[in-house]
């Protein structure tokens, strides 16, 4: 094959590569929100209650104004779900160390997403895992 075929097979390859990682990703952060949805109902908390204990425990200052202003941004990002992978990760980690999460003795999965699988195949085994998440519960 001519250097220049392998140069545009390499391409293909690359951009298959990457359309495989941004789905795992998408999986991944769906996971995330869904995640912190569901341990925030189970604690009986809103969002601005869940804004207002994440910014107690990420940022030092306590400026009201600031704090009104992060609420009002994690709510928006909640709604039109453009938080950041990496910050929703922190965001769970938070959560996660909170006293009264500790209380209800709940486990928070974690998922790591592979580019071996397709997406049928991880919307299935997110399936199972929800399944096998009410059975540990019961």
Same mark, same amino acid.
Request: with cysteine; proline share 1%.
């Given at each position: 094959? =001519?250097?220049?075929?392998?140069?545009?097979? &390499? =391409? !293909?390859?690359?951009?298959?590569?990457?359309?495989?990682?941004? +789905?795992?990703?998408? #999986?991944?952060?769906?996971? /995330?929100?869904?995640?912190?949805?569901?341990?925030?109902?189970?604690?009986?908390?809103? +969002? $601005?209650? %869940?804004?207002?204990?994440?910014?107690?425990? /990420?940022?030092?200052?306590?400026?009201?104004?600031?704090?009104?202003?992060?609420?009002?941004?994690?709510?928006?990002?909640?709604? +039109?779900?453009?938080? &950041? !992978? *990496?910050? /929703?990760?922190?965001? %769970?980690? #938070?959560?996660?160390?909170?006293?009264? %999460?500790?209380? %209800?003795?709940?486990?928070?999965? &974690?998922?790591?997403? +592979? $580019? #071996?699988?397709?997406?049928?195949?991880? !919307?299935?085994? &997110?399936?199972? =895992? !929800?399944?096998?998440?009410?059975?540990?519960? *019961?």
């Amino acid at each position: 094959m =001519s250097e220049n075929g392998d140069k545009i097979n &390499k =391409s !293909k390859k690359d951009k298959w590569g990457q359309m495989k990682k941004k +789905r795992g990703d998408e #999986v991944e952060i769906e996971g /995330l929100y869904e995640s912190i949805l569901k341990i925030i109902n189970q604690l009986g908390w809103s +969002r $601005d209650k %869940l804004a207002r204990e994440l910014y107690i425990e /990420l940022y030092e200052c306590d400026n009201e104004d600031e704090l009104i202003k992060f609420c009002e941004k994690l709510k928006k990002g909640f709604q +039109r779900k453009n938080i &950041k !992978k *990496e910050r /929703l990760e922190e965001y %769970l980690k #938070v959560i996660s160390r909170h006293p009264e %999460l500790e209380k %209800l003795d709940i486990i928070i999965p &974690k998922y790591y997403a +592979r $580019d #071996v699988l397709g997406l049928n195949m991880l !919307k299935q085994i &997110k399936e199972i =895992s !929800k399944e096998a998440s009410l059975i540990i519960k *019961e």
